[in-house]
Structure formats: structure tokens, C-alpha cells
């Protein structure tokens, strides 16, 4: 496909449970981004691969969420022993290298905790 | 802490008039200022972006304005189109840094 594909793009969980999260970036994009969107809100930061390096993961909020990206390609988020708190919209982007590239975003994936 | 804001939740204008978005910042670190439009169920996608050492950038009907002495920045769309409704967020990033920081979105509705 042309774009970011990201899935399972719902995903409804029960408190206590693990979910992973999967995203597929645009061929050959060097970079790879993670977000978290709570309702209402602007996205936020999570993580951030460059290949497989994670480079920056300082938006993680908690040991509960671990991202990798093991190939340089696709990637996964997880998010162990998930609470309700955790309900948000994930999204993924990818850019080529360059600082002024554009990122460009998956559709995201829909997580609801109960 | 937010560090950019967009303190207008919403907006609504009529079609073929001129709709401004506004932003504002409180890191002087950041070098490097985007908007992205957003519909729903989709992920955001690029608009336009500017660089701090410009203070215009045009593309099309879409123009941002940076005021770095303000720490603000707007986009016009002009003239508006009914395919102009949507969130609009605006990004900044740090030098040296890779991630976005984002505002939380204004809506904008262009009436036909």
C-alpha cells in the first residue's frame, strides 16, 4: 500500500490484559513515530525509531508500554496489563530521513479498556 | 504543561470567506512549526509548515504567518471551501529533536 497502515484498527480490552499494536510504515522510511491520542486532545508523543534503533522513548508512560521495530520495518507497540486509562487512539507515523520531512500518519488503532 | 495551545476549540465560517487559525507557544526552543488537517477516523495529514527563520509561507489558499517575538502562529485558508471542515492541529518541533508536539485542535466548519 501507498501509505501507513496500522492494525487492528479497534481493539477492545479487558482491564489486566496485554494488547499489541502493529504498524506498517511507508517503504523506506528511515523513521518511525508513535503518538498517543487521548479524546479530545492533540497527539502526544511516544516513541521514536530510527530503523531499528529506538532513539527516543521518553513519551512512554510507563514500564507497562514497550515499542520495537526488531527489521528497521514494521513495528509494534505493547502494552502490558492494560487499564482504562490506557483508552486512547495509537497512531503511527513514518517519515524519510531529513529533519524538515513530513511525517506521515497511519489511521490508527482505537483501544478501549474495560 | 502545554506548550503549544490552540485556545480556540472551534470555528465556523462561511464558504468562500476567510478562515484564520490561531496558535500559540511558550518553548523557545522550537525552530519548526507545521499544521496538520484531520477528518475523522483518519490519521492526520500535512498541510503546510514553516521554518522560525521565515515569518510567511504560502502554499495555494493556505498561508502561515510565525511571530516569533509573540510566539504565535496562524494559518489562513482563503477562500474556504465546505472541504475545509476538520480538525486542524498545529506542531512544533525542537531543534535537534524529531518529535511533534502538538495542540490539542480547533474544529473548523465551513458552511456552504
Known amino acids: 500500500g501507498a501509505g501507513v497502515s496500522q492494525s487492528p484498527r479497534y481493539k477492545v480490552a479487558k482491564r489486566g490484559q496485554d494488547v499489541a499494536l502493529r504498524c506498517d510504515p511507508i517503504?523506506?522510511?528511515?523513521?518511525l513515530f508513535w503518538y498517543q491520542q487521548a479524546l479530545g486532545q492533540g497527539p502526544e508523543f511516544l516513541t521514536y525509531f530510527q530503523n531499528e534503533a529506538q532513539l527516543d522513548k521518553s513519551g512512554l508512560p510507563s514500564d507497562r508500554f514497550f515499542a520495537e521495530r526488531p527489521e528497521g520495518s514494521v513495528s509494534t507497540l505493547k502494552i502490558q496489563r492494560t487499564q482504562q486509562e490506557d483508552s486512547a487512539v495509537y497512531l503511527c507515523?513514518?517519515?524519510?530521513?531529513?529533519?524538515?520531512?513530513?511525517?506521515?500518519f497511519g489511521p490508527g488503532t482505537r483501544l478501549t479498556v474495560l | 504543561d502545554q506548550q503549544v495551545k490552540q485556545n480556540s476549540p472551534s470555528l465556523s465560517v462561511q464558504e468562500g470567506r476567510i478562515s484564520i487559525l490561531n496558535c500559540d507557544y511558550t518553548?523557545?526552543?522550537?525552530?519548526?512549526f507545521l499544521w496538520y488537517k484531520k477528518y475523522p477516523a483518519e490519521g492526520p495529514t500535512f498541510l503546510i509548515s514553516?521554518?522560525?527563520?521565515?515569518d510567511k509561507n504560502e502554499d495555494g489558499r493556505f498561508t502561515v504567518f510565525l511571530n516569533k517575538s509573540a510566539k504565535h502562529l496562524s494559518l489562513h485558508i482563503v477562500p474556504s471551501q465546505p472541504g475545509d471542515s476538520a480538525v486542524y492541529f498545529c506542531a512544533a518541533k525542537e531543534g535537534g529533536s524529531e518529535k511533534l508536539v502538538f495542540g490539542k485542535g480547533t474544529k473548523l466548519t465551513v458552511n456552504p
Open positions: 507515523a513514518s517519515s524519510s530521513s531529513g529533519r524538515y520531512n513530513e511525517q506521515f
Open positions: 518553548n523557545s526552543m522550537f525552530d519548526y
Open positions: 514553516i521554518s522560525s527563520i521565515k
Open positions: 517503504s523506506g522510511h528511515v523513521s
